[in-house]
């Protein structure tokens, strides 16, 4: 609310529905409503009965009800002006959701009177009764939090694999039908399974907050799958649990967050905090807006529309202190509560304006979080944009806070697609973005690689479309990106041509080695790794359909890929030098007692045994690129090879190794040996191709100077490994 600060909960641990001994107190913040009745809703004839509730001096509203049991539904009744220039939109008539409650059941009516307006005027308030046509709000008793999870992995150690709750698993023949599509279902032994045997460590789940579809959706026969339109930022989405939602979903949910915890696995949340589902005022009131619609909403200086920096209709006002505590305490509660050990903020840069709507990096959301003890150690990854001015916010979120990076995203997608200049640009990416994120003490796991997400392409489609085919979603194929960065191999859509099932094979094995072999955090989208599809849709947010859905059936035939995810996750896991916790900028690797070992921690090859120099870093047409990483005990050479010929390189010699063997590629299985290869023999490297050599590291007394010979035990000329055939006879 512009220029106007309100008075902020005194204690928010009042807030919500709460079981007391021998009842439930209730509490709600409304800071200018004159009046707030809290309406319990009989569970079988759907009648209610009021209580009036007590107003303390900071807009916090109470009373205790007794003998109110778990499991009983509820809303509120408020009061105050109708004022839409002032931002106040009171309706009585309105049933609303409590915005701390934990359980909501029942679903929206959209053909009921949902509106606070009438029909003819968006500023005239409805005397229409929404009762029989909004969700209510259920009390839940509280109960054990999950499993913690053993030891939380730092980022840098982390594959996240992120995956909607009920697309993982609806159509998984390994998951009992009853339990297909819900938490229940999420932490079937067969899912857990396979999230373990592709080195997965962290699934982030799609928006889990309970959430409703638009109107405009609902009006076309669809509805919203994805769930980015919150309506309880408390409470678990309903529809997703087995077994009943009036309090059900919050068991079920901890029972899903402690399978996976046994397994290993860590849980983030993809959270909406930026808008919610009641959209601009024109939309549904069922919750925030009827409780102050410009307390907890930016609005325009005229105070009676949205001020929408989110594309959806309006922008949650985290300027606002109750706000943000709303906010703050929903992440608490998913923290300690639901035993959740990260969030993914989308359109995280709303939550950062200040109350004239500007982007503040110092904003008071981000130093509280820094500040919290339940939150500062919690994984916190931001999309770090919206659609406002200033919105772009890419490598500006500062340490403590990991981002999705889209400049790996979309050059990933143009090296692979042959619409690059050079190499240099790939180098950048390959070593962390540095160029983005390299300053203010931030590391390496600044940076969340993704070649995709839930909004575009899967993995398949980018080697199979050249253009979106949106036309189920009903606009016509408007919707949805046109910057796919995409390539088909040649033919639009499937085709049974086994040469381009062949190239599409290779190209997605190139961009998901690409992904696990970049240093930063890495990404999977949810069946990119067995091959799933959306048939050339790149916007099915409205689409809880088969489109969707994971196809399991895809296994065997995307087997190649699945196998390489394995391989490479199992090597970053093994191998600390293919996941760095700091930067790497070409350092000297020293030894045990401070030696310099003649080589560097990072260092790129020109695939003719030389370095990278300025010529050829500035050599548009390159397309072939080693990358060398090491440390005191272990390096690895990876050759990155675009061109669509084959090529031959070179291996590197002393002090870089002393030999190699090739431990993953994404070529046919046949096309490379495997090793042991001697330093200075020639590789030949598939077109389109990534190859993974293990080093084995020279003797340190192959890295003495040959004066310094004499003063090493001889082990023959045969034995001397690193050394020229002069140098070897010599000794």
Known sequence: ??????????????????????????????????????????????????????????????????????????????????????????????L??????????????????????TAESDYLPD????????????????TAPPTPIAARRPLSESVIYEAHVKGLTHLYPAVPEHLRGTYGGLAYPAVIEHLQDVGVTAIELLPVHHFVSEPFIIGRGLVNYWGYNTLGYF??????????????????????????????????????????????HEGPTLSWRGIDHGAYYRLTSDMRNDYDVTGCGNSVDTSQPGVLQMVLDSLRYWVTEMGVDGFRFDLATELIRNDKHYVVQEHEFKQLVAADPVLRDIKMISEPWDMGPYGYQVGAWGPGWSEWNDRFRGYTRDFWR???????????????????????????????????????????????????????????????????????????G???????????????????????????????????????????????????????????????EWADVT????????????????????????????????????????????????????????????????????????????WVHGGEEPTEVPLPGTPWAESYTVVAHTGEPDELPVGPLPHGAGLGLPGRSVTVLAVTLPSPEA???????????????EGQVGLSDDEAEEA
């Open 96 to 117: 609303l959701l409590d915005p701390y409650a934990r359980s909501i059941t029942g679903g929206v009516d959209y053909s009921g009177p949902i509106l606070d307006h």
């Open 418 to 492: 042959g619409a690059v200049h050079g190499v240099q640009e790939l180098a950048t990416r390959l070593s962390g973005s540095g160029e983005i994120f390299q300053h203010s003490g931030r590391l390496p796991d600044a940076s969340v690689n993704f070649v995709t997400a839930h909004d575009g392409f899967t993995m398949r489609d980018l080697v199979t479309y050249d253009v979106k085919h949106n036309n189920a979603n009903g606009e016509a194929n408007r919707d949805g990106s046109d910057d796919n960065r995409s390539w088909n191999c040649g033919v639009e």
């Open 563 to 638: 196998e390489l995810v394995r391989t490479l996750t199992r090597l970053r896991a093994d191998h600390p030098v293919l996941r760095p916790s700091e930067w790497r900028n070409g350092e000297p690797v020293l030894g045990p007692e401070g030696q310099d070992l003649g080589r560097k921690n990072l260092a790129w090859f020109d695939g003719d045994v030389m370095e990278m120099d300025e010529e050829d870093w500035r050599d548009g047409t390159r397309r072939t690129l080693g990358m060398y990483v090491s440390d005191e005990t272990e390096a690895f050479l990876v």
């Open 494 to 556: 499937e085709t049974d041509d086994p040469e381009i099932n062949a190239l599409r094979h290779r190209q997605v094995r190139n961009m998901m080695a690409t992904l696990l072999l970049s240093t930063g955090v890495p990404m999977i989208t949810a069946g990119d790794e067995i091959g799933r599809t959306q048939i050339g849709n790149n916007n099915a947010y409205c689409q809880d359909s088969p489109i969707s859905w994971v196809h399991w059936d895809t296994s065997e």
């Open 703 to 717: 890295l003495l100077p040959a004066e310094a010979l004499a003063d090493v035990d001889p082990v023959g000329a």
């Open 235 to 280: 409470a678990p989405h309903a529809a997703y649990c087995s077994v009943g939602t009036r309090g059900e979903q919050v068991a079920e949910f901890k029972s899903m967050v402690s399978a996976l915890h046994e397994a290993g696995i860590e849980v983030i949340l993809d959270v909406v905090y930026n808008h919610t589902g009641e959209g601009g």
């Open 127 to 142: 005397p229409m009764d929404s009762f029989a046509s909004v969700p209510l709000s259920v009390v839940v008793a509280d």
């Open 1 to 94: 609310m512009s220029g106007v600060t309100l008075p902020a909960p005194t204690d928010s641990s009042v807030l919500g529905a709460r079981m007391l001994d021998g009842g439930v107190r209730f509490g709600l913040w409304a800071p200018r409503a004159t009046r707030v009745e809290l309406a319990l809703v009989a569970a079988l004839d759907r009648s209610q009965k009021n209580f009036d509730m007590d107003r303390g001096e900071d807009g916090v509203w109470t009373v205790f009800v007794p003998g109110v049991p778990a499991g009983q539904q509820y809303g509120y009744r408020v009061h105050g002006e109708w004022s839409p220039e002032t931002g106040e939109r009171y309706n009585p008539a309105k």
